[in-house]
């Protein structure tokens, strides 16, 4: 099945460095979506964008829409040890609710 | 409000068996689509349901089925085993089909033996 290429495919960082992570697509999305998974969980929504070129923020992550449609990017300012987990990008296309997933960035932070 | 449940969290069969995976939405949400995520493929959907009715279907084989009761709650059926079945299987849930956000339930760990 299709996942949308996510990079890098993981990161080492110490506590309050800023991490930068992005998705791309062949194909182009209407939605974007980011989440995060713990270990044992379901992946939880963080932030949700609807228009190219949209940046939109959620505490200390900030995400924004492509303006080719075709790729998203994900900043965690400061970062912390909860920050651990995986983070899958989505996209969405039309009124249909498949998401499309990436192949996942795993953060690790150190102290 | 509660969250997406889903039960067993934990299942072992063995090749060849059938199982049957179940799944509540948040109350008030009426689309439930479900994904499997192994650590070769990623997460891939499998399909959903809105209103009793499948809406879309992933590339999986006729032995993933699933359906949708009246009250939104939704089962997931995988006949005759194989061992890359082996999965966790993620249920998710949107007030509707247009809705963008969709909210995972922790998911049903699944080993085939």
């Known amino acids: 099945g299709q996942q949308l290429n996510q990079s890098p495919q993981s990161m080492f960082i110490q506590e309050g460095e800023d991490v930068s992570m992005n998705c791309t697509s062949s194909s182009i999305f209407n939605t974007w979506l980011w989440y995060k998974q713990d270990p044992g969980e379901g992946p939880v929504l963080l932030i949700a964008?609807?228009?190219?070129?949209e940046l939109t923020s959620n505490g200390r992550l900030t995400a924004q829409f492509g303006i080719t449609r075709k790729d998203s990017f994900l900043n965690i300012s400061a970062s912390i040890p909860s920050d651990v987990g995986i983070y899958f990008c989505a996209g969405q296309t039309g009124t249909a609710s498949k998401l499309t997933f990436g192949t996942g960035t795993r953060l690790q932070v150190t102290l | 409000k509660a969250g997406v449940t889903q039960t067993p969290r934990y299942l072992i069969k063995t090749r060849g068996q059938q199982v049957t995976l179940s799944c509540s939405p948040i109350?008030?949400?009426?689309?439930v689509s479900w994904y499997q995520q192994t650590p070769g493929q990623g997460l891939q959907f499998l399909f959903e349901?809105?209103?009793?009715?499948?809406?879309n279907k992933g590339n999986f084989p006729g032995r993933f089925s699933g359906r949708q009761f009246s009250n939104s709650r939704s089962e997931m059926n995988v006949s005759t085993l194989e061992l890359g079945d082996s999965a966790l299987y993620l249920c998710?849930?949107?007030?509707?089909?247009?809705?963008?956000?969709?909210?995972f339930g922790p998911g049903t760990r699944l080993t085939v033996l």
């Open positions: 349901y809105f209103s009793e009715t499948q809406r």
């Open positions: 964008l609807y228009k190219a070129g």
């Open positions: 998710a849930s949107s007030p509707l089909p247009t809705s963008n956000e969709q909210f």
């Open positions: 109350s008030g949400h009426r689309s």
